[in-house]
């Protein structure tokens, strides 16, 4: 069974542009979230989405933005691009939303901004 | 949110039995603890994840406190392959059965031969 599959593995953009991340799921998991991760704030929470409804949002800024389709794949994008946004972003999927489902992590998305 | 306390580092020998503590006094009664580890640049590994009882399985083995506020992840036999940050997490239920992981900084644990 294929994990959680992210891609690009790397990325790197400069300030004002805007980027967009991509996340499949493990085959039959409905839930998907993000995280991102920086050394200085550590692994933080984005969103999470599971019917291709967002179910929560952590305390990003508006430039921070998913979605979800019907196959379960989402996507995220950034606007305007910042040097801090430069992080590790993490797409994790679940068979539902429950507090007894495991997450599974994909390897991540490394975006640089210069 | 209930948040987790955990070593910054701690250290282990090759084949020992590494003992990793974590705090959660503020956790609430239906809020699981989960334990994942991330090796460098990699997105973090499922190990265990446990709401009052203990919980073994071929990764680990983790011991909850009756009160719950603490709990101990237990690798039996450390690898040098079991070296990375190990995050201990509280598993927040939000409203409208929306869930999030609220990470702490984790202990980086390194086995040493």
């Known amino acids: 069974k294929a994990g959680v599959t992210q891609t690009p593995r790397y990325l790197i953009k400069t300030r004002g542009q805007q980027v967009t991340l991509s996340c499949s799921p493990i085959s039959g998991h409905r839930s998907v979230s993000w995280y991102q991760q920086t050394p200085g704030q550590g692994l933080q929470f984005l969103f999470e989405?599971?019917?291709?409804?967002?179910?929560n949002k952590g305390n990003f800024p508006g430039r921070f933005s998913g979605r979800q389709f019907s196959n379960s794949r989402s996507e995220m994008n950034v606007s305007t691009l910042e040097l801090g946004d430069s992080a590790l972003y993490l797409c994790?999927?679940?068979?539902?939303?429950?507090?007894?489902?495991?997450?599974?992590f994909g390897s991540g998305t490394q975006l640089s901004v210069l | 949110d209930a948040k987790t306390t955990q070593p910054p580092s701690m250290d282990c020998a090759e084949g020992r039995a590494a003992n990793l503590p974590c705090n959660h006094s503020?956790?609430?009664?239906?809020?699981?603890v989960y334990w994942y580890r991330q090796i460098h640049s990699q997105g973090p590994q499922y190990i265990i994840h446990g709401l009052k009882n203990n919980e073994t399985n071929e990764m680990a083995s983790l011991i909850i406190t009756e009160d719950r506020k603490s709990s101990t992840l237990i690798l039996p036999h450390a690898t040098l392959r079991d070296t990375a940050v190990y995050y201990c997490i509280v598993r927040v239920a939000l409203a409208e059965g929306a869930q999030k992981l609220v990470f702490g900084q984790g202990t980086r644990l390194t086995i040493n031969p």
């Open positions: 989405y599971f019917s291709e409804t967002q179910r």
């Open positions: 503020t956790i609430s009664g239906n809020e699981y």
């Open positions: 994790a999927s679940s068979r539902g939303t429950g507090s007894n489902e495991k997450l599974f």
